[in-house]
C-alpha cells in the first residue's frame, strides 16, 4: 500500500472515528456519492441513538431476568444469587409479607 494513501486513512478514520462504522452498517463505499452526502453530526447522533436503545434493551432484559428470578424465590436460597439470607425466629415472625408482594406488583406493572 502506498505510504500516502495509509497516511490519509489512518488520518481520515481518526478525524471521523464512526464513518467506518456507518458505512458498514448501510454498505456505503468510501468516497461514493452516498458517501460524501453524509454528514458526520447525523452519524454521531444515529451511532448515539443505538447505543442509547442498546443500553435500555440491555438494562431492561437485566431487570426481567432479575425479577423472574426474584419471583422464584432465589433470594430466599441460602447461598443464593442475593448472597446468604438469615434471619432470627423473631424477625421471621414479625417480618410483614405484604411488602415483598407489593414490591413485586410495583416491579411487575413498571415493566409491562
Not at 505510504?3 to 489512518?10: A, N, R
Given at each position: 500500500m502506498h505510504?500516502?494513501?495509509?497516511?490519509?486513512?489512518?488520518s481520515w478514520n481518526n478525524n471521523y472515528p464512526l464513518d467506518k462504522w456507518f458505512r458498514a452498517k448501510y454498505g456505503i463505499p468510501f468516497n461514493s456519492?452516498?458517501?460524501r452526502e453524509t454528514n458526520p453530526?447525523?452519524?454521531?447522533?444515529e451511532w448515539a441513538e443505538d447505543r442509547l436503545f442498546d443500553q435500555y434493551d440491555t438494562e431492561?432484559?437485566?431487570?426481567?431476568e432479575e425479577t423472574a428470578e426474584y419471583k422464584k424465590g432465589?433470594?430466599?436460597k441460602p447461598n443464593?444469587?442475593?448472597g446468604k439470607v438469615e434471619m432470627t425466629?423473631?424477625?421471621f415472625d414479625n417480618f410483614d409479607i405484604s411488602l415483598?408482594?407489593?414490591s413485586l406488583n410495583d416491579v411487575s406493572s413498571e415493566s409491562e
Open positions: 505510504p500516502g494513501i495509509k497516511s490519509f486513512v489512518v456519492e452516498k458517501h453530526l447525523d452519524i454521531y447522533l431492561d432484559k437485566i431487570n426481567k432465589v433470594w430466599l443464593g444469587k442475593y425466629e423473631a424477625e415483598i408482594n407489593k
